[in-house]
């Protein structure tokens, strides 16, 4: 339970204030328990951030998982689409959290090997694999098709969605009702 509190408490205020500007007696302060009760449920605060990392990763691995397993794509180029949506209604839903991703995470780790670059690294491996299995079955069920080079329009898909979450997250692009119909579209215009 305390734990709990800890975690959410730090996820706001690493979301509003940043990781470097939240100190620990803030952190206490703000979830309503002593600083050592954080230290007995974690070892520093940067096992806070990447318990935070770890957890949007699969929660986010869950929601596309389970919103494939509920939307039942009738082919592969509605898994694509599938993996694209319920990616951008995550990171949309899970603004706070993806702060943390978008702002924080990269000053968190210096090289390939840190937990942090590991964790996010899965979700980007994660989706990219997905979309990249999906476009070769597409190629096969004749949804997508065969000239695609499936490894490439993965990366392509996966860093236009990042950096459209990201520019959306920053306010450099502003959001409309269309933009995920558009995003889509134009998506089935490579694909097909």
């Known amino acids: 339970m305390k734990r ?15 990781f470097s500007n939240t100190p620990t007696s803030l952190l206490a302060k703000e979830a309503g328990v002593a600083e050592g009760t954080i230290f007995r449920h974690f070892r520093t605060k940067d096992d806070i951030f990447l318990t935070l990392i770890t957890n949007v990763k699969n929660q986010l691995i869950d929601d596309i998982e389970k919103y494939l397993e509920v939307r039942e794509p009738e082919n592969a180029l509605e898994k694509v689409e599938s993996v694209i949506k319920s990616f951008y209604v995550f990171v949309k839903k899970n603004h706070m959290e993806f702060s943390l991703i978008f702002r924080d995470a990269p000053t968190r780790y210096c090289g390939n090997s840190e937990d942090f670059f590991v964790q996010i690294k899965e979700i980007y491996t994660y989706v990219t694999g997905y979309l990249c299995d999906s476009i070769e079955e597409g190629k096969l069920d004749g949804s997508i098709l065969a000239e695609v080079d499936a490894q490439e329009t993965a990366n392509m898909l996966m860093a236009t969605m ?30 097909c």
Do not use: Q, W, Y
């Open 4 to 18: 709990d509190i800890i975690l959410d408490t730090a996820a706001r205020l690493f979301a509003e204030r940043g």
């Open 162 to 191: 990042v950096g459209l979450v990201r520019g959306m997250h920053f306010g450099f692009i502003e959001p409309s009702d269309n933009m995920l119909k558009t995003v889509l579209g134009n998506f089935k215009k490579v694909l």
